[in-house]
Nanobody
Framework: VQLQASGGGLVQAGGSLRLSCAASGSITIINVMGWYRQAPGKQREFVAR???????NYADSVKGRFTISRDNAKNTAYLQMNSLQPDDTAVYYCNAAIRASGRSALMDYWGQGTLVTVSS
């Protein structure tokens, strides 16, 4: 099982980006999918998560600006980021709780990270 994050880049303040996180491999169930970020010199922090049924949670710092969604048929989660600010600059990591084929328990998987840089 692998998670592949994509969509990062350089954007001016006030701009938008859409991140994607695609899960691949022998997957039975994908439970929660989420996004975390790590800015230079800071610890990794929670950004947003979405359950298998579509329920969502957001960090206070991104509420009203970011929207997480998922396409279960494609095993993919998305993070639409609007009104981006320089403080949003970070490496964004996707995360998912997945039960792989042949396993009985959910396991935590992480993508490789995609860099988002917001210029002022």
């Amino acid at each position: 099982v692998q998670l592949q994050a994509s969509g990062g880049g350089l954007v001016q303040a006030g701009g938008s980006l859409r991140l994607s996180c695609a899960a691949s491999g022998s997957i039975t169930i994908i439970n929660v999918m989420g996004w975390y970020r790590q800015a230079p010199g800071k610890q990794r922090e929670f950004v947003a998560r979405i359950g298998s049924g579509g329920s969502t949670n957001y960090a206070d710092s991104v509420k009203g600006r970011f929207t997480i969604s998922r396409d279960n048929a494609k095993n993919t989660a998305y993070l639409q980021m609007n009104s981006l600010q320089p403080d949003d600059t970070a490496v964004y990591y996707c995360n998912a709780a997945i039960r792989a084929s042949g396993r009985s328990a959910l396991m935590d998987y992480w993508g490789q990270g995609t860099l988002v840089t917001v210029s002022s």
